[in-house]
């Protein structure tokens, strides 16, 4: 494993101290596997969204957009195979009560209870030493809330364990309003929720977190080739801005696969606890439509003009954890560079992902240079992100502003007052440029272009 370049620990205080993420209900001692996007977390996920939506939905012709509801009716869990099978094996140390995930215990990819239960035999509990295992039991990881003033059994309904059962049940709709003919996809961003047994390492293991997913629905015979190119395509997208070492694919084995997959392969991502999966790419077969058309008793067949015959498409997913990605991209942009005596944190994003794409720093806090300075800030604030700034020293200023990955910074200094006027900053070279007022959006709009 690469040495990473930061280490866990650090990533999360970076993370709070530069307002990326918080830990959710901190003020009360948080809630685990939970967290806040704080004001350039924020930024930073919205534009990983539109990078996804630019690339899966503008960049094809038969990608279409969605936004389910979070809550569908029950049955959709049941048709889905969730309510029965969307669990994980789960072990208690008798001896200390601590609870583990069985697989991750056992350290294997398989969720075979008796694979798990041989592995585990033969180990102490990590936590205290002892040797006095529970049974393995299934947990559900669905999580499950009451619709209406009576909690009982017929009000129980379960928050979405993937965003994509809401693009099945919309599946007639959409291709009967875009008139879609196969292979045509739907995407979709959302939050989802599991009920992790034990949710950890930050962002990566949560159990409210968001997915980017797509499905294409194809003919049977399709689903190979649709599969082979859409994988390659989500590993291109990932390369294009992460570190391409730190990528790599993993191939799911049989005990391991989901109840729906015939075919699952993960992107992983090198993170400091080693190489983990960041996107899912599976091919789900008939098994979600036909469960559907099964729960529903509506006739979800596509029928194929062409050859005069119905069937049940087959859907192609590639399904990435915004959160996990939010991650990698933190991790693969942070560096920490000498400039003379000092060390400067400098997170490299590319400018379209950076939460903040522009600050204007008036030199000193001085009535006539804000004002100038608050002009500039008009001038060139409103179609992206744009800080004002006059607080501290300006080099502390700019090293904020490079923790935090800000493409350029301005300048405006007492000359700009006769000059009209003012200095760019470039984040990565610490170049700087003079440029005159008039033309500083236009110079912008192409640096960040
Ligand atoms: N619809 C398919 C599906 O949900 P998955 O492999 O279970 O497949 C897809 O999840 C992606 O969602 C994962 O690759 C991961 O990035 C993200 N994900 C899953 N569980 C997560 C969790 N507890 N916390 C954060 N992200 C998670």
Redesign the pocket.
């Known amino acids: 494993m690469n040495k990473p370049k930061i280490s866990m620990e650090e990533l999360v205080s970076y993370c709070k101290r530069r307002g990326f993420v918080f830990q959710a209900s901190e003020i009360y001692g948080g809630v685990a596997?939970m967290y806040d996007f704080g004001p350039y977390g924020v930024e930073l996920k919205n534009n990983l969204k539109r990078l996804w939506w630019k690339e899966v939905v503008y960049k094809n012709t038969n990608v279409v957009g969605l936004d389910s509801a979070i809550i569908q009716n029950p049955k959709v869990w049941q048709a889905s195979g969730h309510v029965e099978r969307f669990n994980d094996p789960m072990v208690d140390c008798k001896a200390c009560k601590k609870r583990f995930r069985a697989d991750k215990l056992a350290d294997v990819d398989s969720t075979d209870v008796k694979e798990l239960t041989d592995i585990i035999a033969k180990l102490d509990c990590p936590n205290c030493g002892k040797h006095d295992w529970t049974d393995i039991r299934q947990f559900n990881l669905l999580m499950k809330t009451f619709l209406g003033p009576v909690e009982d059994d017929s009000a129980v309904a379960y928050l979405r364990?993937?965003?994509?059962q809401g693009i099945y049940t919309n599946y007639d709709n959409v291709r009967e309003t875009t008139r879609a003919k196969l292979p045509f996809g739907v995407a979709q961003i959302g939050k989802?929720f599991?009920n992790?047994i034990t949710?950890g390492d930050f962002?990566?293991?949560?159990?409210e977190?968001e997915?980017a997913?797509m499905q294409m629905f194809v003919h049977p015979d399709e689903a190979s080739k649709v599969f082979a190119e859409w994988k390659q395509a989500r590993m291109e997208w990932h390369q294009s801005f992460l570190t391409k070492e730190n990528l790599r694919f993993r191939e799911h084995g049989e005990n391991e696969r989901?109840h729906y997959a015939k075919d699952a392969w993960?992107i992983e991502y090198n993170f400091p606890f080693g190489f983990k999966?960041?996107?899912?790419i599976?091919n789900r077969g008939d098994w979600d439509l036909s469960r559907h058309s099964k729960y529903s008793s509506k006739e979800l067949d596509y029928f194929d003009e062409a050859s005069g015959k119905k069937y049940i498409p087959w859907v192609v997913?590639t399904?990435?954890?915004m959160?996990?990605?939010f991650l990698a991209t933190i991790l693969d942009a942070y560096h920490e560079e000498k400039v003379g005596d000092e060390t400067r944190v400098v997170l490299k994003l590319k400018p379209e992902l950076a939460p903040v794409k522009v600050a204007i720093l008036p030199l000193s806090k001085k009535p006539e240079l804000s004002k100038v300075a608050q002009e500039v800030f008009a001038s060139v604030a409103g179609e992206y992100n744009v800080e004002y700034d006059e607080t501290q020293s300006i080099g502390k200023r700019y090293r904020r502003q490079d923790e935090i990955g800000t493409p350029l910074c301005v300048t405006v200094d007492f000359e700009s007052l006769d000059d009209k006027a003012v200095t760019v900053r470039d984040r990565d070279s610490m170049e700087q440029e003079r440029v005159k007022m008039s033309e500083l959006k236009e110079y912008l709009d192409s640096k960040l272009s």
Not at 161 to 164: A, L, S
Not at 203 to 207: E, G, K, M, T, Y
Not at 277 to 280: I, L, T, Y
């Open positions: 596997g364990g993937e965003t994509c989802a599991r992790e949710p962002l990566f293991r949560q159990r977190f997915q997913e989901a993960d999966e960041m996107e899912g599976h997913e399904s990435v954890g959160d996990r990605l």
